[in-house]
């Protein structure tokens, strides 16, 4: 069984800061990546960042140096601050993981970003 649960959206201003959070808690397996959706509205989900066991990330350009990565492997958890924030970050947010480099087979619920300008 494997429950992955994200947290720390909220609606902030143009050029303000969230911190997403996501736990993962898995019994039968070792997580490899853990990796970060979005998905606007009427839009696809798309993977926007992701970090392996051995800390190596991805960065879609799109929030490459506005968004960083951090994992805290013990407690299963990955951390994106995102920083700089724009209207076009406005989307709901998922967090993915299994055994694969950068995530698998498991989603979690999502959590809502509003930035308003």
């Known amino acids: 069984q494997v429950q992955v649960v994200e947290s720390g959206g909220g609606s902030v201003q143009a050029g303000g800061s969230l911190r997403l959070s996501c736990v993962v808690s898995?019994?039968?397996?070792?997580?490899?990546?853990i990796g970060w959706y979005q998905q606007r509205p009427g839009k696809l989900r798309e993977r926007i960042a992701a970090?392996?066991?051995?800390?190596?990330?991805f960065y879609t350009d799109s929030v490459k140096g506005r968004f960083t990565l951090s994992r805290d492997n013990a407690k299963n958890t990955v951390y994106l601050q995102m920083n700089s924030l724009k209207p076009e970050d406005t989307a709901r947010y998922f967090c993915n993981t299994g055994r694969g480099l950068w995530g698998g087979a498991y989603w979690g619920h999502g959590t809502q970003v509003t930035v308003s300008s």
């Open positions: 898995a019994t039968t397996f070792v997580i490899n990546g």
């Open positions: 970090i392996n066991r051995t800390g190596s990330t």
